[in-house]
């Protein structure tokens, strides 16, 4: 499962839910960033660069070696060696076939989604999201089972999902991110493709922001990717908590119709995790 990504593209977006990028410390990072409406996100990030050769990259960025280094792990998170704070960021993550015309995106769809953790350096001054993204092997989590998506528009099965998190330090386990429906997203189903889409075919590199377009093509234009749609809101706790060794955290997914809140808690203390309408990542931090 380790390496099942590995030719995948993996994109991440900043600022997708409500307040997100207040609580994590990032708004001044984005102040010179203008977006459509008030509530889009500020733009997509890249977390791994699959088989990535600059030769073949007709431009002038070139993006940190780190980002070809394959970061997914679907049971442990290891800490940077600098002594940096760090936070899970509980997200989900699609697993998207991409296609391309005259070098340009053409399609985005949507097959799965899963339980994602984004995980992140926080450290005020950096030159580009990304470096606070990929620091080395299992710096980002994914978890192993996928839920198949039907048809990624409103009124389909997502519609009936909803993301938490916890963390369990000391064998007490306590909500990290709120425990949020999918629909909380600021952006999702066809207007969310439509802007990726979009952005990616456009970002430049400004701010903190980099240019996709190009790092793509440098790639060979991967067929498919794993985009993380955006981390939720922080609980209190969550927000001023960060990560320390031999803490496990929990990103979970799951269908609000099937399972309460108090059934996954259940689930995660007895580590008796049901396999249908919902997944579940479980990493240990090394």
Known sequence: MQDKYKDYLGLGIAGNFALHL?????LE????????EEAAPKGI???????????????????????????????????????????????VALICELSY?????QSITPT????????SIRVAGADKISDKKNWGESSKGIASSLLEIDNFKEGSSLDDFSICSFLKRDKILTLYGE???????????????????????????FG????????????DYPDRAIISIGATRYTEYGEKTFLQANDEIFVIVYNHNTFSLKDIVSALDSQKYPHKDITILHQKVL
């Open 22 to 26: 207040a609580q994590a410390g990032e």
């Open 29 to 36: 990072e984005f102040k010179d960033i203008i977006t459509a």
């Open 45 to 91: 990030f890249p977390f791994y660069l699959p088989s990535y050769s600059p030769s073949s990259q007709k431009t002038r960025t070139t993006p940190k070696k780190i980002l070809t280094t394959y970061p997914l792990s679907s049971d442990i998170i290891k800490l940077p060696k600098e002594d940096v704070n760090v936070q899970m960021e509980p997200e």
């Open 101 to 105: 015309s005259n070098g340009e995106i």
């Open 112 to 119: 799965h989604f899963t339980a994602y953790n984004d995980c």
């Open 179 to 205: 425990n949020v429906s999918l629909n909380g997203y600021s952006y999702f189903y066809e207007k969310l493709t439509k802007w990726i889409k979009q952005q990616i075919n456009t970002q430049k590199d």
């Open 208 to 219: 903190p922001l980099e240019p996709l377009s190009e790092y793509i093509e440098a790639c």
